[in-house]
């Protein structure tokens, strides 16, 4: 009698199985993510910086489908290929070996995804500042003639000061469309934060700092404002719309707000940066 | 098994009992911090709504209004009995014609942004103080606003001169004692649901004079339900 040593079936090559699988997922997946996704993420094209937002969270979401799809597939294959059978036994899986090429891969294809994003990421930033805050020196200023126009929060309210027309304040934000804006925004009293969600627009409002960012219109449209930091108790309600309106209906608006402006101008304080009010006779 | 299933209900009990405790927090803020809502009679002239608001601002509404916190500055809204309440969720008609009639008894705090002393949203943009009409005010003499932002409504009240005689103390204040009457005009909208507030830092004693009764709603901020 004569003991026989077990033989081993070759398996099927689970690896070369996922691999075809996601390859031929991202080819479909990644395509249709980018045209058909990607330009419906917000906040829109209501200026360029909007516009650039899109095409960057586009980049972003199809860089991130065959990842995705890498996921999703080892997933479903694992699943389908290694659940227990019905009625047999929990069977633990070949030990993990090492694999220097597949470590290899993983590093470097992460890693040149990662430089990548940083990369792309700190480009666009350095086009216009991508329609955020970037502090009172800013270092990625668009070229170009810019209107100014004075953002200042207050709990809890929004008003708008035009430094080209005599430091004019208003109540609602009117832009002229196609043109290069370069807002400043502040705060009177605690944090707030200035967000022109169409505009893809967003700086925070801090008392005593001017916050710096760009922003170029495109055609007449509204668009909404909100705060976007939690500034008290009336923060949900911080909120107004503004327009973006041709050249000639901002010159007659300007006009219109000038003759209301006019009772008032005596007792502004000059344009500033930064405000500090006073009195504040109550203040504790 | 078992004792991982006990551990699942305990915690989604705790979640949930926690999570009741919270709302039961929250609602206690806004129900007992306010005010119950008040509604405006409303006159009809040539069809159309009109209504007299009549309203006034003290520097302290007593402990008689606000037994928590009697030295909180407030708005207080005259019922059609002619008493003084504190309540500041307002019922109004949509597309209604408001006449309203402020009585301030406080002394004047300042604005923190000057452009507030303009008034604006209301009839010609202008209002009366004391009988006599304006378009602006000397910023470190307003008091308080009425403002409703979304109606774009700004009205900066001109305080009690500091030396005037025969001052309100706690609220309810009477005529006779020093006041500014403040009167306009304004006109809701569709229906909807705005806040009003004032935007003078007027909670003495608070840090940066926004504490206190202008973060707590029922003092000096509260809402119009317009239908």
């Not at chain 2, 005259?78 to 402020?102: M, S, Y």
């Not at chain 2, 209301?122 to 378009?135: A, P, Q, S």
């Not at chain 2, 005009?185 to 004693?205: E, I, K, M, N, Y």
């Amino acid at each position: 009698m004569s003991a026989t040593a077990p033989t081993t079936q070759p398996g099927p090559n689970h690896a070369r199985r996922v691999i075809v699988a996601w390859i031929v997922f991202s080819l479909i997946a990644t395509p249709l993510v980018a045209i058909f996704v990607g330009p419906n993420i917000p906040p829109g094209n209501g200026s360029d910086q909007a516009t650039q937002q899109v095409f960057d969270n586009t980049v972003m979401v199809a860089l991130l489908t065959p990842v995705i799809c890498l996921l999703l597939v080892f997933f479903v294959y694992a699943l389908a290929q290694f659940r227990k059978q019905r009625g047999g036994d929990i069977v633990d899986g070949p030990p993990l070996r090492e694999h220097r090429m597949v470590q290899l891969l993983w590093i470097v294809l992460t890693s040149l995804t990662v430089l990548f994003l940083a990369g792309f990421g700190t480009f666009e930033l350095l086009q216009n500042g991508a329609g955020g805050g970037q502090g009172p020196s800013p270092i990625a200023v668009p070229s170009g003639q810019k209107l100014q126009v004075q953002v200042i929060a207050q709990q809890w309210e929004f008003t708008y000061r035009y430094p080209s027309y005599g430091g004019l304040e208003t109540s609602q934000l009117i832009l002229p469309a196609d043109t290069l804006i370069e807002l400043h925004v502040t705060s009177l009293d605690v944090v707030h934060s200035f967000w022109a969600y169409q505009l893809g627009i967003k700086a925070d409002a801090n008392p005593g700092v001017d916050n710096i960012a760009y922003l170029k219109t495109k055609g007449p449209r509204t668009f909404s404002v909100h705060c976007a930091e939690l500034c008290g108790l009336w923060h949900g309600y911080m909120f107004s719309q503004g327009k973006v309106v041709s050249s000639s209906d901002f010159s007659a608006w300007l006009h219109q707000q000038e003759a209301l402006f006019a009772s008032v101008k005596q007792y502004m304080p000059a344009y500033a940066n930064a405000y500090y009010p006073d009195p504040q006779r109550r203040a504790g | 098994m078992r004792a991982r299933t006990w551990k699942l209900v305990g915690t989604v009990v705790v979640v949930a009992a926690v999570g009741v405790l919270i709302g039961l927090y929250v609602s206690k803020l806004t129900t007992e911090a306010g005010s119950p809502s008040y509604t405006v009679p409303v006159k009809t002239v040539n069809g159309k709504p009109v209504v007299d608001l009549t309203i006034e601002t003290v520097a302290a509404v007593g402990p008689e209004l606000s037994p928590s916190h009697p030295d909180f500055v407030s708005y207080l809204i005259r019922n059609a009995q002619g008493k003084w309440e504190r309540d500041t969720v307002w019922h109004l008609p949509a597309h209604a014609t408001v006449h309203v009639t402020i009585y301030n008894f406080d002394g004047a705090s300042g604005l923190r942004n000057s452009y507030l002393a303009r008034p604006q949203g209301t009839d010609g943009n202008t209002y009366t103080v004391d009988g006599k009409t304006l378009d602006v005010i000397n910023p470190d003499d307003a008091s308080h606003t009425f403002a409703v932002p979304a109606y774009g409504l700004i009205v900066a009240l001109p305080g009690v001169a500091d030396d005037a005689k025969n001052q309100c103390g706690y609220a309810p204040c009477a005529l006779s004692m020093a006041h500014r009457t403040i009167q306009f005009t304004f006109h809701t909208g569709s229906a909807g649901h705005f806040r009003w507030q004032c935007f003078v830092p007027c909670a003495a004693g608070w840090l940066y004079g926004f504490g206190g009764p202008m973060q707590t709603i029922g003092y000096m901020d509260g809402f119009l339900n317009v239908a």
